[in-house]
DNA sequence: ATGGCTTCATAGTGAAGA
């Protein structure tokens, strides 16, 4: 079974990168973030002609989450039950008996900022509620843009990024508190390519000079974990024309087991 | 250097992203 996260940063315009994505890759579940358009405007007709259907939670301009697979997915809910947020960044299905949460964690913008303290309170509610469902669902993976670097190798120059946003104390406890759930990053399950990355800025040349941070992340249960054989984030779908400016990563779960 | 790019909403520029 193969897992795929990417926030494309706008669908409308990601469109034709999604679609080679899937042809690509063929993954059993893509999570989708920063969609930027309306539910009316979701692009379904050209994924279900690339053999796809879609779950998905959008709003205009901003924010919108999606889940893509190959067959129908059960029991699609979006939102943290417990936090009233009018931002549509929670998407959930069950795919194949893996309950698959798609997350688009608030940016914090900068630490003085209230969107910072949006983010912490919004991280509290939706650990608060994965505990829950890491208790439901045996075979649970978290997919999406985090927004949090969670280690010093995970940012291109950590003592230039210490205290800022993405890369602060509470945000790196707040990650650390969902991995404490039972939840393991599959991509540090694997060596890695020293200075891995997930996202760079499109200003300054980030992507050539390889400025970027690990902010996307896929974490698997103990039980998804144990069979998980892979994880790799695809450059080349930064590197193209008109390209997203975060990266897809991708995680692998052994077929015999799932 | 609080910029740099890209997108959206808009018809000038401004907000937001990370």
């Not at 899937?22 to 279900?48: G, S, T």
């Not at 949460?101 to 913008?109: A, D, Q, T």
């Not at 991995?179 to 890695?192: C, H, I, K, N, P």
Request: aromatic letters at 10%; hydrophobic letters at 40%.
């Amino acid at each position: 079974m193969k897992l795929a996260t990417w926030n494309v940063n706008s669908l409308k315009v990601r469109l034709p990168h999604v679609l080679e994505f899937l042809d690509r890759h063929k993954p059993d579940a893509l999570c989708l973030q920063e969609l930027k358009l309306e539910d009316v405007n979701f692009p379904l007709a050209a994924i279900n002609a690339a053999g796809y259907q879609a779950v998905y939670s959008c709003q205009r301009t901003y924010n919108g989450v999606a889940i893509l697979t190959p067959t129908a997915a059960a029991d699609v809910c979006s939102g943290i039950p417990s936090l009233e947020d009018l931002q549509r960044r929670v998407i959930a299905a069950s795919v194949n008996g893996v309950r698959v949460i798609c997350v688009y964690i608030p940016n914090g913008e900068a630490i003085e900022s209230e969107k910072y303290k949006y983010k912490l309170d919004w991280l509290k509610a939706l650990t608060a509620w994965l505990k829950q469902e890491v208790a439901a669902h045996p075979k649970l993976a978290l997919l999406g843009d985090y927004n949090i670097a969670p280690e010093d190798r995970d940012v291109y120059d950590p003592k230039a990024w210490a205290g800022k946003v993405l890369f602060s104390d509470p945000e790196k406890a707040a990650f650390k508190e969902i991995a404490a759930l039972g939840l393991t990053d599959s991509f540090r399950m694997f060596d890695q390519a020293d200075k891995s990355y997930s996202w760079w800025d499109y200003r300054m040349n980030g992507f050539k000079r390889n400025l970027g941070l690990r902010i996307d992340h896929i974490l698997l249960s103990p039980e998804l974990a144990k069979a998980c054989t892979r994880c790799a984030i695809d450059r080349d779908f930064r590197a193209k024309e008109r390209p997203s400016d975060h990266a897809p990563v991708i995680a692998e779960i052994g077929t015999s087991e799932i």
